[in-house]
T-cell receptor
Framework: AQSVTQLGSHVSVSEGALVLLRCNYSSSVPPYLFWYVQYPNQGLQLLLKYTSAATLVKGINGFEAEFKKSETSFHLTKPSAHMSDAAEYFCAVSHQAGTALIFGKGTTLSVSS | DAGVIQSPRHEVTEMGQEVTLRCKPISGHNSLFWYRQTMMRGLELLIYFNNNVPIDDSGMPEDRFSAKMPNASFSTLKIQPSEPRDSAVYFC?????????????FGPGTRLTVT
């Protein structure tokens, strides 16, 4: 069965600092991996996805993630945090294209000036 | 495109009442998902449809919950009777094959409060 673990329910960074949000997955087959962002009182917006085409995936708003099979990880990074990045971030996995997503518990990112 | 549309955005009801949540997927999408978000359990799948047919309803909590998709542009999630523990944000998402992979697009959610 697939599962996702997000390390750290809350991450705080200063504006301009590196953002690193951790995600480890468990899957018996090559997974499809996703990062979503949720702003307060809104739905989820797709940041980026891994679909086996390339291990380094670039997404919107300057975010990127690297798929590391040996570490079963798909960590999300951004070189320089902006105040507008403050939100909750979810890592998700599906074992087959088109099937339901299994989400991690989420990481709340706070950005201070 | 208007995106996934959900109604109502907020619903407050009393225990025992029937609640119906509605979803209009993005035109042309053939998969529709209902998720529930709570503080305790996070985001979890309730049910999903492919081409209007339910594929996986293993996440539906109990018989009080039912979901239908009578056509490609409309789905409902019904709770009867509602209980306080059903209080949550309910999201609808839709997807279709884009470039060979399925991206799910989420609606804004319905915040349900059962008193």
């Amino acid at each position: 069965a697939q599962s996702v673990t997000q390390l750290g329910s809350h991450v705080s960074v200063s504006e301009g600092a590196l953002v690193l949000l951790r995600c480890n997955y468990s899957s018996s087959v090559p997974p499809y991996l996703f990062w979503y962002v949720q702003y307060p009182n809104q739905g989820l917006q797709l940041l980026l996805k891994y679909t086996s085409a390339a291990t380094l995936v670039k997404g919107i708003n300057g975010f990127e993630a690297e798929f590391k099979k040996s570490e079963t990880s798909f960590h999300l990074t951004k070189p320089s945090a902006h105040m507008s990045d403050a939100a909750e971030y979810f890592c998700a996995v599906s074992h087959q294209a088109g099937t339901a997503l299994i989400f991690g518990k989420g990481t709340t990112l706070s950005v201070s000036s | 495109d208007a995106g996934v549309i959900q109604s109502p955005r907020h619903e407050v009801t009393e225990m025992g009442q029937e609640v119906t949540l509605r979803c209009k997927p993005i035109s042309g999408h053939n998969s529709l998902f209902w998720y529930r978000q709570t503080m305790m359990r996070g985001l979890e799948l309730l049910i999903y449809f492919n081409n209007n047919v339910p594929i996986d309803d293993s996440g539906m909590p109990e018989d009080r919950f039912s979901a239908k998709m009578p056509n490609a542009s409309f789905s409902t999630l019904k709770i009867q009777p509602s209980e306080p523990r059903d209080s949550a944000v309910y999201f609808c998402a839709s997807s279709s094959r884009t470039g060979g992979y399925y991206e799910q697009y989420f609606g804004p959610g319905t915040r349900l409060t059962v008193t």
